[in-house]
C-alpha cells in the first residue's frame, strides 16, 4: 500500500509549484497534504491535483479529501513584502462617495479606486482594487461585506473578502483614530498572511 501511495506522491510532485505532498491512508479514505511556493492559487493546486491523481486511476478522490499549505521562506518574504498603507483620499460626487488608496510593498505603490454608499464601504473597495493590483495576475479578490461590533467595550471593524471561488477571507482592526484607516487595516489584516492554509472542503 506504501508504494502505491508513493506513485501518487511522485505524480503529484511533478507540479512545478508544488514544493513536497504527503498522500496518507485513513481507514477507507485516502488524504492528500501539499507545501506549495505561493506561485499559484491554492484553489488551483487543488483542482490539478484532482486532475492529476484520477488521470492515474484515483477516481474517487475529491476536492474535500486536499489540504494546501502556503508557506513563504525568510528569503521570499524579502521579496513579498507585506502590503502597507501609502495614502487615502475621499471625495463626494452625485453617485456617491469615491474613494483612492494606495498601497506600498518595497519600492512600488498600487492604487485602487472604489465607489460606495458609505465612506467604509468606498474605502473597502478601494483598498481591496489595489490589492487585486499587487496579486495580479493572480486570482483577483471581491469585497463581499463590513460590519462593525463590539468585543468587550472595543468597537471592532471587520471586512470581509472573497476569491473567485469564493473562499472567503476576514480581517479586523480595532477602531482607534478614523474609521477610514481601519478599514484599510482590517482589509489588510485578510490577506497580509505569511502562513495560509487552505482546504478544498467549504467550510
Known amino acids: ?8 506522491e511522485d505524480v503529484i510532485l511533478r507540479i512545478p509549484y508544488v514544493k513536497s505532498v504527503s498522500v496518507l491512508q485513513d481507514a477507507d479514505e485516502m488524504r492528500i497534504q501539499v507545501l506549495s511556493d505561493g506561485r499559484k492559487p491554492p484553489r488551483q493546486i487543488i483542482r490539478e491535483v484532482v486532475a492529476v491523481v484520477r488521470s492515474y486511476g484515483l477516481r474517487d478522490i475529491s476536492e474535500d479529501a486536499i489540504t494546501v499549505l502556503e508557506i513563504q521562506s525568510d528569503d521570499e518574504l524579502k521579496d513579498r513584502l507585506r502590503l502597507r498603507i501609502a495614502g487615502l483620499s475621499i471625495a463626494s460626487s452625485t453617485v ?3 474613494a483612492s488608496c494606495r498601497l506600498s ?7 485602487g479606486r472604489g465607489q460606495g454608499s458609505t465612506r467604509a464601504i468606498a474605502v473597502a473597495l478601494a ?3 489595489a490589492v487585486n493590483q499587487a496579486l495580479a495576475p493572480l486570482e483577483q479578490l471581491i469585497f463581499h461585506g463590513l460590519e462593525t461590533t463590539r468585543v468587550g467595550g472595543v468597537e471592532i471593524v471587520v471586512v470581509t ?4 471561488d469564493e473562499e472567503f ?3 479586523c482592526g480595532v477602531l482607534r483614530d478614523t474609521m477610514e484607516g481601519t478599514v484599510i487595516r482590517a482589509t489588510l489584516d485578510a490577506v497580509n498572511r505569511r502562513i495560509r492554509l487552505y482546504s478544498g472542503q467549504k467550510v
Request: neutral net charge.
Open 161 to 164: 473578502i472573497a476569491d473567485p
Open 169 to 171: 477571507l476576514a480581517g
Open 96 to 98: 456617491g462617495i469615491e
Open 1 to 8: 500500500m506504501a508504494g502505491h501511495l508513493r506513485v501518487y
Open 127 to 129: 483598498t481591496i482594487g
Open 105 to 111: 510593498r518595497g519600492h512600488r505603490t498600487f492604487e
